[in-house]
């Protein structure tokens, strides 16, 4: 029985041997290779992952913040001191800024030039608190090329006065930053010969305007309503400021108003367009419901131009006597005025 044992497990061994060895590769193609019987590896710990160098610039911990991109010392410098110049003249720098980002990048020698030739035209400082914010562009205009010649022209074409010049430039300050060639002067001529005005330095303010954005709708849009040409373009030599109102804001309701409730002609606001200039809501609306209440039909420059107190008696001494007709000369007299 043992003997047998021994025989199993020694064939048994044999067998396991002959299985796990496997048989030598032999291939003329292919050398042969030699497992070696010993592998020494070393110690974990030994063991040093690569490193990656990273330049200088690139070092940085992680939890450090990256600071915002920001203009060159120089640039930042430059800024700093446009708005110490601007605060310096009590100027809302910031709304400058704001309204007209490209002020920014402006030299502050340009600025100061800018403001060096208005000082010298008889504007105040005080005056510049207004006319830089309502007008930025002045800040970015060349001195040289833009600013002086657009003052030459206000002096010597449109005849402005230089008493008046620090008056329509704190008014229109737009005025010197508009180009002699391309804007002032074809507005000029414009209103000189095409509407007639004759003193056009009253209505300076309106050559910064553009005759074909402005000036040409609303006198096309008169004409839609049922004017003549000739009766539009005597409003406009009347009241030039006409030019300036809103067509939807202003004529429309306004005129709306004027024919449907008024149930009053068209000629009456050819002689008098100053109806326009009037509030709808606070003015014409109100008064003329009190002349319906009294039973009066006044002229509408007794009925718009009077004070609220003047405006009373005078709708009381009409109430009680008969008022002149329309036909009659004291309806309207002289530039749509009532003879009183």
């Given at each position: ?31 042969s290779i030699t497992r070696p019987k010993h592998l020494h590896f070393p110690p974990h710990s030994s063991v040093k992952p690569p490193t990656i160098s990273l330049p200088p610039s690139l070092k940085s911990s992680e939890n450090e913040i990256q600071p915002a991109i920001s203009p060159p010392p120089s640039q930042e410098s430059q800024i700093h001191e446009l708005l110490l110049y601007l ?254």
């Amino acid at each position: 029985m043992q003997e047998t044992l021994l025989h199993i497990s020694s064939s048994t061994t044999a067998a396991t041997a002959t299985t796990t060895t496997p048989a030598p590769f032999n291939n003329p193609n292919f050398r042969s290779i030699t497992r070696p019987k010993h592998l020494h590896f070393p110690p974990h710990s030994s063991v040093k992952p690569p490193t990656i160098s990273l330049p200088p610039s690139l070092k940085s911990s992680e939890n450090e913040i990256q600071p915002a991109i920001s203009p060159p010392p120089s640039q930042e410098s430059q800024i700093h001191e446009l708005l110490l110049y601007l605060d310096s003249l009590g100027v809302d720098s910031f709304d400058c800024l704001n309204s007209h980002p490209t002020l920014i990048s402006t030299p502050l020698s340009q600025i100061k030039s800018t403001v060096d030739f208005l000082l010298s035209l008889g504007v105040a400082t005080l005056d510049l608190r207004r006319i830089f914010p309502m007008c930025p562009e002045l800040l970015t205009s060349s001195t040289t090329d833009i600013v002086i010649p657009a003052t030459t022209f206000l002096l010597r074409e449109a005849r402005v006065e230089a008493a008046d010049l620090r008056h329509v430039i704190h008014r229109r300050p737009r005025l010197l930053t508009c180009s002699v060639e391309r804007r002032l002067r074809p507005t000029l001529y414009f209103l000189q010969g095409t509407i007639g005005i004759d003193n056009v330095r009253k209505w300076a303010s309106l050559l910064s305007c553009s005759v074909e954005d402005k000036f040409i709708p609303r006198i096309e849009y008169l004409q839609k309503l049922g004017f003549s040409y000739r009766d539009t373009i005597a409003m406009f030599r009347r009241f030039p400021s006409l030019f300036c109102y809103s067509i939807k804001e202003n004529f429309e309701p306004k005129f709306d108003y004027f024919v449907v409730e008024m149930g009053r002609e068209l000629k009456e606001l050819v002689a008098f367009p100053q109806y326009f200039s009037f509030s709808l809501e606070n003015r014409v609306k109100p008064r003329h419901r009190m002349c319906v209440e009294k039973g009066v039909c006044l002229a509408l420059p007794t009925m718009l131009k009077l004070s609220d107190e003047r405006f009373r008696e005078r709708l009381e001494v009409f109430r009680s006597s008969s008022a002149p007709v329309r036909a009659s000369p004291l309806w309207f007299a002289k530039d749509g005025d009532v003879i009183t």
